[in-house]
């Protein structure tokens, strides 16, 4: 079955500046890896998403690349801001499985 | 604003007791989800249901059982409460055939004396 890594498990950056956040994974089929944001005391909640047709996918401060050959997937946070803090998740499934595999998050921390 | 509820938030429980997580969709998704999670962060998947009367273990083994009576509904049942049980578990839904977004509740953290 799939399995999917994720680096780091922690990250302080300063407020401004730049965050990535990196995943890899293991079966070639999957081709869906959306990325989840998490808050204190809330349950995660999509922030963005990519199709393995598309190998780049922006959304104001949000990107998110795509290496299928290399199997490995990153999530660009750009100008951050402290509301940036959270727990982010990232995911892979195969249009077959019907399932999402996580990584085992990245807490985020921007610091003023 | 996702349309999928889960009560109890919080729950704090001794030994031995039967507890019921309450798990409800407006959304009319007929795939949902129970994620367990644990301090660490990771989420791990328990069970899972296509529809109505199917019911699916998920990766990681779990002690709970779920049902699946309505589209909307997706209980989780603990019969006997241990401290092992101790964590956060989340519920959630998604539409459609294929992956597609998650839906997620805000947790109910359940804690075993």
């Known amino acids: 079955g799939e399995n999917v890594e994720q680096h780091p498990s922690t990250l302080s950056v300063q407020e401004g500046d730049s965050a990535v956040i990196k995943c890899t994974y293991s079966d070639s089929a999957s081709n869906y890896f959306p990325w989840y944001k998490q808050e204190l005391g809330k349950g995660p909640q999509l922030i963005i998403d990519i199709r393995s047709n598309v190998g780049e996918k922006k959304d104001q401060r949000i990107a998110v690349t795509l290496n299928k050959t290399a199997k490995h997937f990153s999530l660009h946070i750009t100008e951050t801001q402290p509301e940036d803090s959270a727990v982010y998740f990232c995911?892979?499934?195969?249009?077959?499985?019907?399932?999402?595999?996580f990584g085992q998050g990245t807490r985020l921390t921007i610091n003023p | 604003e996702a349309d999928i509820y889960q009560t109890p938030r919080y729950l704090v429980i001794g030994t031995g007791k039967k507890i019921t997580l309450e798990c409800s969709q407006t959304m009319g998704h007929d795939k949902m989800y129970w994620y367990q999670q644990d301090p660490g962060m990771e989420l791990h998947l328990i069970h899972y249901s296509y529809g109505v009367n199917s019911t699916e273990k998920g990766d990681l083994s779990s002690e709970s059982t779920v049902s699946r009576i309505r589209t909307e509904h997706f209980p989780l049942t603990l019969e006997s409460a241990r401290p092992s049980h101790t964590s956060q578990y989340l519920c959630a839904s998604s539409e459609g055939a294929g992956a597609g977004e998650l839906f997620f509740g805000e947790g109910s953290r359940l804690t075993v004396l």
């Open positions: 995911a892979a499934s195969d249009q077959g499985a019907q399932k999402l595999v």
